[in-house]
């Protein structure tokens, strides 16, 4: 299974589909990417607060694959945010990853009561001018802490990673960033799993014969959106990165768009999340 490729406004390109470990123990997180890699994923998302990212490094090393045909993002942890503390924790992820160079490095969230974010740039600036990561980005920023970064910083972020699934799109931030080439890279894109039981994806899954989970990503792709489901199970592994062979018309787009609600946020706030991520 070959999945296309996103060009970032830096020129490196990332595998639009790729598997996300978010809560994957790391005793299992070494088996299920492997697995994973297997089947055909070449991206591998993970962060430094999902503790699993040695299992990544294991599953990269063991498969053999040639370094460069894999994307690997991690993240840096609320509670390193600063300048020196964050280039730290960079040195701590490299080596539990067990690579030199990390393909994308993610501010994990804005956490605005801290006022740290902008600093941390700094850092991640500096990481990328050495050739430490490839590409440099955030996550969980809302448009007025993108505008902020942006007045303030020289490096415009390659993507924001953000919760987007049918029933919590975020078209004001998503827009926020495309406006300024940032790419948006979908988090939960399956809403948990809980998107795929509405009745507009079961409807265009029943008619074109594929599963929910094939709608909706295939939704995230046809948006332009990088796109992270999390799946151990190889079955559903599979599927979730069979979507190419496949299109869905406009009005069943506009279907699975209308599904959108203020409320639905599954994950924290980005506006006032402050948890520090440090494993007790
Ligand atoms: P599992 O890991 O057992 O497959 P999200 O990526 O939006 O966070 O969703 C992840 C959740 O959705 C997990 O509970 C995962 O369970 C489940 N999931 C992932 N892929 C599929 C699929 N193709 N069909 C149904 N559920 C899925």
Request: no cysteine; glycine share 6%.
């Amino acid at each position: 299974m070959t999945v296309p490729q996103i060009s970032l406004n830096n020129g490196v390109s990332v595998p639009q589909v790729g598997l996300g470990v978010f809560q994957v123990p790391d005793d299992s997180t070494q088996v299920t990417v492997e697995k994973a890699l297997e089947l055909g994923y070449r991206h591998v998302d993970t962060a430094a607060g999902y503790y699993n990212e040695a299992g990544v490094g294991a599953a990269v090393r063991a498969s053999g694959l040639p370094r460069e045909e894999l994307f690997v993002t991690t993240k840096l942890r609320n509670g390193d945010q600063g300048y020196e503390s964050a280039l730290r924790a960079f040195e701590d992820s490299r080596r539990a990853l067990g690579l030199d160079v990390v393909d994308l490095y993610l501010i994990h969230w804005p956490v605005p009561s801290k006022d740290l974010y902008v600093e941390t740039w700094r850092a991640f600036e500096k990481l990328y001018a050495e050739g430490a990561v490839r590409a440099i980005g955030v996550s969980n920023f809302l448009p007025d802490h993108l505008d902020r970064l942006l007045a303030e910083s020289e490096v415009v972020p390659a993507v924001n990673q953000i919760e987007i699934h049918p029933t919590y799109r975020q078209p004001a931030t998503v827009e926020s960033g495309l406006r300024h080439g940032i790419v948006p890279e979908a988090y939960s894109p399956l809403g948990r799993g809980q998107d795929l039981e509405a009745a507009a994806v079961t409807a265009v899954a029943t008619e074109l014969g594929i599963t929910p989970a094939q709608v909706v990503l295939r939704w995230h792709v046809q948006h332009g959106a990088i796109v992270i489901p999390k799946s151990v199970n190889p079955e559903r592994m599979a599927t979730n990165i069979d979507l190419f062979s496949f299109d869905l018309s406009d009005d069943h787009m506009a279907q699975i768009d209308a599904l959108h609600r203020d409320d639905a946020r599954i994950a924290s706030d980005p506006a006032t999340a402050a948890f520090t991520q440090f494993r007790s």
